[in-house]
Antibody, heavy 125, light 107 residues
Framework: EEQLLESGGGLVQPGGSLRLSCAAS????????MSWVRQAPGKGLEWVSA????????YYADSVKGRFTISRDNAKNTVYLQMNSLRAEDTAVYYC??????????????????WGQGTLVTVSS | DIQMTQSPSSLSASVGDRVTITCRAS??????LAWFQQKPGKAPKSLIY???SLQSGVPSKFSGSGSGTDFTLTISSLQPEDFATYYC?????????FGRGTKLEIK
C-alpha cells in the first residue's frame, strides 16, 4: 500500500523557518516526482512546489519562490520543504502528493492519486 | 500560468439528484485535468484523472468529460456521502493550478 506521511509542522513566528518532511512507502520513490500542496484555513487548494524523481528539476509557485526550497533524499524515501521568511499568509495545512512518473531525465504528468494526511503550519507572533 | 475557472462556487441539491460542475482552463491543457473530492479535515481524494478516467475504487456515479479548455464533472444519484467540496486541477504544466472549488450542499 502506498503511503505518504508528513511531519514537521508547528507554530512559528513571522520571519522564521520550518522544514517539512514527507516519508513515502509502498512505491519506487525515485521513479516519481513529488509535489507539495497547501490549504489555508477555510480556503482552496494551492500547489506550492514540485521536484523530479532525480531531484534535478524543481518548480515553485510564485507565492513561495525565493523563500521555499524543495529537496529529496531517495535513499530515505523522503521529500522535504524548507520554508524560510515565513509570513502569516503561509499558514496552512501542507500536503505532499505523489506526482508524475519519471524515467531518466523525463517526467510524465500524472494526477495526484496519493496524498498524505497533511501537517499544519501556523505563522503567528 | 494557466488559470482554472470553476463554477458554480456552491451548489444546493437533494439526495437522488444529478449535478454538473464545470471547469474552464485559460489555455488548452489537452486532457491533463483531474477532479478531487474533499471533506472537512481530510486530504483531497482523487476521483477522475485524464479528464474522464475513473480512479480505481471510485463509483461509476462520478464521470468526467472534456478536452482542451472545457471540462465537466457529473455526479449522478447523489447520496449523503457525496456532499463535499470538489476541485478541478490542471497538470499540463507547472505551476499546476486548481479551481477555487465547488461546495456541494444538501438542499
Amino acid at each position: 500500500e502506498e503511503q505518504l506521511l508528513e511531519s514537521g509542522g508547528g507554530l512559528v513566528q513571522p520571519g522564521g523557518s520550518l522544514r517539512l518532511s514527507c516519508a513515502a512507502s509502498g512505491f519506487t520513490f525515485s521513479s516519481y516526482a513529488m509535489s507539495w500542496v497547501r490549504q489555508a484555513p477555510g480556503k482552496g487548494l494551492e500547489w506550492v512546489s514540485a521536484i523530479s524523481g532525480s531531484g534535478g528539476s524543481t518548480y515553485y509557485a510564485d507565492s513561495v519562490k525565493g523563500r521555499f526550497t524543495i529537496s529529496r533524499d531517495n535513499a530515505k524515501n523522503t521529500v522535504y520543504l524548507q520554508m524560510n521568511s515565513l509570513r502569516a499568509e503561509d499558514t496552512a495545512v501542507y500536503y505532499c502528493a505523489k506526482d508524475g512518473y519519471c524515467s531518466g531525465a523525463n517526467c510524465y504528468p500524472t494526477s495526484f492519486r496519493d496524498w498524505g494526511q497533511g501537517t499544519l503550519v501556523t505563522v503567528s507572533s | 500560468d494557466i488559470q482554472m475557472t470553476q463554477s458554480p462556487s456552491s451548489l444546493s441539491a437533494s439526495v437522488g439528484d444529478r449535478v454538473t460542475i464545470t471547469c474552464r482552463a485559460s489555455q488548452g491543457i489537452s486532457n491533463y485535468l483531474a477532479w478531487f473530492q474533499q471533506k472537512p479535515g481530510k486530504a483531497p481524494k482523487s476521483l477522475i484523472y485524464a479528464a474522464s478516467s475513473l480512479q480505481s475504487g471510485v463509483p461509476s456515479k462520478f464521470s468526467g468529460s472534456g478536452s482542451g479548455t472545457d471540462f465537466t464533472l457529473t455526479i449522478s444519484s447523489l447520496q449523503p456521502e457525496d456532499f463535499a467540496t470538489y476541485y478541478c486541477q490542471q497538470y499540463n504544466s507547472y505551476p499546476y493550478t486548481f479551481g477555487r472549488g465547488t461546495k456541494l450542499e444538501i438542499k
